[in-house]
């Protein structure tokens, strides 16, 4: 078995010469988690906003619903997901079991109730009257929607960015519905399982300091776009 050191240095060897396998491994994981934080963004904002602005029967429920499923692990999500499209399952005949798109639902199934929670908390600091007002000055449903939004932006982007880091870094889904097809739907998370398991740890560091450095850059994205908005005493 490789020692700390060993691994350590071969791992900074893979991402320098640019390791093939490994960077089509973070390729595929970025590919994946990308397309589905943009496939679920629009709807689950739009959600957010329904549920801060507007009152209809079952509101505080579906709230309710989607901090509940804050909490659901992705194995379970997997599992659902697995059921639903192994050919026994109802969505048998789609044949999207071990793909990529069945591990972009799976990752939107678990970036949505993040993105509604965290969108309406933010959403519902915001002063009513901002709403209010830009309606009143004749600006169309539209309109007055973006001007919230551009008025709730920081709170916005910390729930995209808490919602990204969730599904890129997430296993259970990823394997359940993927697979782990080396080149196929191997993806960061996956990948580093696989090593460990073997006692290879060499690329599994390699992959851990990607999504270190990912979040990072993600943290000092989202601290730099706050401050830009912060106002000057």
Known sequence: METLSEASLQALYLLFTGDRELWTIIGISFTVSLRAILFAAPFALICAFMLAYTQFPGRRLLISFFNTALSIPAVVVGLTLYMTLSRAGPLGNLRLLFTQEAMIIGQILLCFPILVAMGHSALQATDRRVWETALTLGATPLRAVITVIHETRFGLTAALVAAFGRIIAEVGSSMMVGGNILNHTRNI????????????????????????LLALALNLALTSIQGKGAVSP
């Open 189 to 212: 998370p996956t990948a580093i399982a696989l090593e460990t398991s073997k006692g290879s740890f060499a690329q599994g560091i390699a992959l851990g300091l990607v999504l270190l």
